[in-house]
């Protein structure tokens, strides 16, 4: 028998940068955690679909992740590394279908006709950014040019920051406050394990501190 539950997006709405892909992804990981207790009843006995099962968990734990990611981390850094993100959402979108795929044949019709709506609409999806890919072009531009001097850097950095803080929506004194405080403990997690993303979030962070002002 399918567990009959409602589905929910209780975290999406925390969500600071690509919602709506996180609010899509969701809605998979619901359907999915919808027939999950299902499948496991239906006790497939191939050693196969037991490891696919145990993969599919394994996909569902990282998808949970991408939006917690996107809930607590850094406006800037998410917008920055979007392509990332993107990246990541897709390669679980395609593990979610090949999982489900594989489960399809070792269960019963019932459960099988409602894995394959979900195989239909996972093949349909198509994640996109919005505007977010717009930040991240501002953003690499600015760490890609090299400067004549300091006032042209000073004078691109501040265009930067203001144009991304709109995009952002990081204009009141409360959303830049809670910026700095996202980026300081992203840095405290990587300052010994990753130098190189510990060196981007602390340049973003200066940005922010020193234009604060101006956004």
């Known amino acids: 028998m399918l567990v009959n539950t409602t589905a929910t997006i209780p975290i999406c709405c925390e969500v600071k940068v690509h919602r709506s892909i996180c609010i899509e992804l969701q809605g998979f990981i619901d359907r999915i955690l919808q027939i999950i207790l299902s499948i496991e009843s239906a ?7 037991i490891q696919t099962l145990c993969s599919l968990h394994f996909t569902l734990d990282k998808a949970k992740f991408v939006i917690k990611h996107c809930s607590e981390s850094s406006k800037l850094y998410l917008a920055i590394t979007s392509q990332k993100i993107l990246s990541r959402c897709e390669k679980i979108r395609i593990s979610f279908e090949f999982y489900l795929d594989q489960i399809q044949n ?3 019709i019932q ?5 394959c709506a979900i195989l239909e609409d996972l093949r ?3 994640f996109s950014l919005e505007y977010e890919d717009g930040t991240r072009k501002v953003l690499h531009s600015l760490l890609e040019k090299e400067f004549p001097d300091s006032t042209s850097r000073e004078n691109s950095e501040l265009e930067a920051i203001q144009i991304v803080a709109l995009m952002l929506d990081m204009k009141s004194s409360i959303s830049l406050l809670e ?3 996202n980026l300081k403990k992203q840095i405290e997690k990587v300052k010994n394990t990753n130098q190189k993303e510990k060196e981007l979030l602390e340049y973003l962070l200066y940005l922010l501190i020193k234009y604060e002002k101006f956004i």
């Open 43 to 49: 006790r497939p006995n191939c050693a196969l679909a």
């Open 106 to 108: 070792t269960v019963p």
């Open 111 to 115: 459960l099988a006709s409602v894995i």
């Open 124 to 126: 349909d999806t198509k």
């Open 179 to 181: 910026e700095r405080k």
